[in-house]
């Protein structure tokens, strides 16, 4: 504590220390001068200023104050309070540049140009498949080396959709024949194939541990299990045209459907009926908002409640929707269908626009690394583009061995 009469209120003026005649010319002075301002000549104006600097020795000020208390021990040194020059502020990050071209470029003669089959998918081993009419091949992206896995013959195919399963080894095949085909990509050799699924071709598929989802042109997607002998075992029923779209969440919780009727349902897997015979499942939601067909679904990869849907050429919207709610978060018109367009999320900023394709993107898949994008399109191209940069190794996905031996086990039913 300090003797208030020593140190005084710093906030109040203290007249004792005041020079009264002083402050009386200061407050009077500027005033006259002001007044006389018009008729006073540069010579006058030169003296006025020398004589008040001489007698007030350059003070300006009329209050006067006592002078700050003492600084407590213990103050930090002021080196930490001054702002930090340009030297000692931390570098900005330099903003990636974003390839807007391809960094290879494979032949894919023979693709089908149809907007609602599914014939590209990129696995965990990092190969990537894709069917060019009745034939898929495997094109493994780390020594680019391809294969042939299958032609189907004619009167089956052509090949309407491709899924890996989780562990990257094994592959489903749909068919327009409405077949389905399970492949050992390890041994070349067919594990079994599913009948009688649906009524025409099956243009999406999607895998949830040893379920293999399928939608087909006939409205229905339906849960196989590919260790049972009878393995329809679910059956969704909403869609009254072709299923294009199949997105199990990453929790595997929730099933994300689009059809060519420009609906999105939403399925929940606690609430779907293990016993066939009592019905068809009902949905947990379901969105109508978008004009046209919705083939592109994707599960955001940090909040397990949103979803991305894409529509068709009469609508060419992105929508995002909140799961558990129901409600549409945000809807952008990106203008067109066709163009490869590089999107910031939240802000939905466009970064880039991918040149090179010639004619309508058809499918997409992303690498296990998450770094590069696969596109197929009509100009019979496949393209690859490092848009994301490199990543984290991908985990290992869960109950792999499992999956290895129910799926082999499999083939013992054909």
Not at 338 to 353: C, D, F, G, N, Q
């Amino acid at each position: 504590n300090y003797d208030s009469c020593c140190i005084g209120d710093r906030f109040i003026p203290d007249r004792s220390a005041m020079d009264m005649d002083m402050a009386y010319y200061l407050l009077t002075e500027p005033k006259k001068g002001k007044e006389n301002e018009a008729v006073v000549s540069p010579a006058k104006e030169a003296y006025r200023r020398l004589l008040a600097e001489k007698l007030l020795g350059s003070r300006t000020r009329i209050l006067a104050f006592r002078n700050k208390p003492p600084e407590p021990e213990g103050m930090l040194p002021q080196i930490l309070f001054e702002t930090p020059t340009s030297s000692q502020t931390k570098p900005t990050k330099q903003r990636r540049k974003i390839p807007q071209f391809a960094e290879r470029t494979l032949d894919a003669p023979g693709v089908v140009d149809d907007y609602y089959l599914n014939m590209l998918d990129w696995g965990s081993k990092n190969v990537v498949s894709v069917a060019l009419e009745n034939t898929l091949y495997l094109w493994n992206a780390s020594d680019s080396s391809t294969s042939e896995l299958v032609t189907v013959d004619a009167d089956y195919g052509p090949i309407t959709s491709v899924s890996w399963a989780c562990e990257g080894q094994h592959i489903a095949v749909g068919l327009n024949s409405s077949d389905i085909q399970l492949w050992d990509t390890s041994s070349n050799r067919m594990l079994r194939t599913l009948r009688g699924v649906h009524e025409s071709r099956v243009g999406s598929l999607a895998w949830n541990s040893s379920i293999l989802t399928t939608g087909g042109m006939d409205g229905k997607i339906v849960n196989n299990d590919v260790r049972m002998r009878s393995h329809m075992v679910q059956t969704y029923r909403g869609h009254e045209a072709e299923v294009c779209g199949l997105r199990w969440s990453g929790s595997l919780q929730q099933l994300a459907s689009g059809g060519n009727d420009n609906l999105v349902h939403i399925w929940d897997a606690s609430m779907a009926s293990s016993n066939p015979s009592v019905g068809y499942n009902r949905w947990l939601h379901r969105f109508s908002d978008h004009l046209s067909a919705v083939k592109a679904l994707a599960w955001c990869p940090f909040q397990s409640n949103l979803l991305a849907s894409g529509g068709g050429g009469n609508d060419r919207c992105i929508k995002f929707w909140n799961t558990h709610t129901g409600l549409c978060l945000n809807s952008v018109d990106t203008g067109a269908q066709k163009p490869l367009t590089l999107w910031k999320y939240p802000s939905m900023v466009k970064l880039a626009e991918l040149e090179g394709h010639t004619s309508r993107v058809l499918c997409l898949a992303q690498s296990p690394d998450g770094s590069t994008v696969a596109s197929v399109a009509a100009d019979e191209t496949l393209r690859f583009w490092n848009v994301f940069g490199t990543s984290e190794a991908p985990k290992p996905a869960a109950k792999t061995r499992e999956v290895y031996r129910d799926l082999d086990k499999a083939c013992k039913y054909e």
